[in-house]
């Protein structure tokens, strides 16, 4: 599976950025998929996943009520809708694609997609 994120980008806090992430490949295959974010000086951490089938979400606390992931499995992509951004969301923002449930419940995903820059500014 290929992965091709977009949409990263410099926006205000309070601000919104939508971020895309094109699916290739073995994407029948796919049990869900989700994005990670890494900021300067800090380890990769959990952001949202979705199942494939639409059918079950999950957030980080952080994101939790600002943050909305979706997929249209037409397209093979998902999405990440960001509202009310904070100059904490600022970091590299990588996709992921799950190929079972073990990899979709962990921070070890099947495959990687590369990373798109957040930029918050205060």
């Known amino acids: 599976v290929q992965l091709q994120a977009s949409g990263g980008g410099l926006v205000q806090a309070g601000g919104s950025l939508r971020l895309s992430c094109a699916a290739s490949?073995?994407?029948?295959?796919?049990?869900?998929m989700g994005w990670f974010r890494q900021a300067p000086g800090k380890e990769r951490e959990f952001v949202a996943r979705i199942t494939w089938s639409g059918i079950s979400a999950a957030y980080a606390d952080s994101v939790k009520g600002r943050f909305t992931i979706s997929r249209d499995d037409a397209k093979n992509t998902v999405y990440l809708q960001m509202n009310s951004l904070k100059p904490e969301d600022t970091a590299v923002y990588y996709c992921?694609?799950?190929?079972?449930?073990?990899?979709?419940?962990?921070?070890?995903?099947?495959?990687w997609g590369q990373g798109t820059l957040v930029t918050v500014s205060s």
């Open positions: 490949g073995r994407t029948s295959s796919m049990y869900g």
């Open positions: 992921a694609a799950h190929m079972n449930r073990v990899s979709y419940g962990s921070r070890h995903p099947s495959y």
